[in-house]
């Protein structure tokens, strides 16, 4: 998928690796109601806007409803190893390799439970 224009979202394809990080999202506990938007830039990039209602997660090709509980911002090779558990969060994050706006704490907890996270940023 290439990189979309700021304001398009897209659902992933079938096969793509966001529909597991969906799938173990929906079992978080820490997880609320609301929307988590991804905007991931370059090569298999685009922006997500993955909506999370009564425990259950799924991918919308529409904006946010309001203002996100949390968006991820980031290159999508980035991003995508973050989500993954293939790079350390932690380290990416602090050394500016994708950004959190929103909710840092609701991400926070959020990549904790999902064991993307040792401890909280």
Do not use: W
């Amino acid at each position: 998928m290439t990189r979309n224009p700021s304001n398009e979202f897209s659902v992933p394809a079938e096969g793509d690796s966001l529909h597991e990080f969906m799938r173990r999202l929906s079992s978080a506990k820490a997880l609320r109601d609301g929307d988590i938007v991804l905007r991931m830039t370059g090569a298999d990039g685009g922006n997500f806007c993955l909506r999370a209602m009564a425990g259950d997660v799924r991918a919308v090709a529409a904006p946010p409803n309001g203002t996100p509980r949390a968006e991820l911002i980031g290159n999508a090779r980035n991003l995508r190893a973050v989500l993954n558990g293939t790079k350390d969060a932690r380290a990416l994050f602090v050394a500016g390799g994708f950004r959190v706006r929103g909710d840092i704490r609701y991400v926070s907890d959020l990549g904790q439970a999902l064991g993307i996270l040792r401890t909280a940023i």
